[in-house]
């Protein structure tokens, strides 16, 4: 099974929604939040990725809101 990463901010409703979709479907995956962490943004920044959430799945990063919750409807 891939591991989970979630990338979040505190005052990210999109964060939020998906979050709660994956905790109802109980994905297990962990949850970063990137709000004090400057070196993790600059990280996900370089790779393109300017909109939350992101979910790392091992390699793999995306950041396509409506991708990312058509796996959890």
Request: glycine share 2%.
């Amino acid at each position: 099974m891939p591991t989970l990463v979630l990338y979040t901010k505190k005052d990210c409703l999109r964060c939020v929604m998906l979050k709660r979709l994956m905790d109802k479907k109980q994905t297990v995956y962990e949850t970063i939040d990137i709000d004090d962490r400057s070196d993790v943004t600059d990280k996900l920044i370089a790779m393109g990725m300017m909109n939350l959430p992101v979910l790392q799945s091992d390699e793999t990063f995306c950041n396509d809101y409506n991708e990312l919750i058509k796996n959890y409807k």
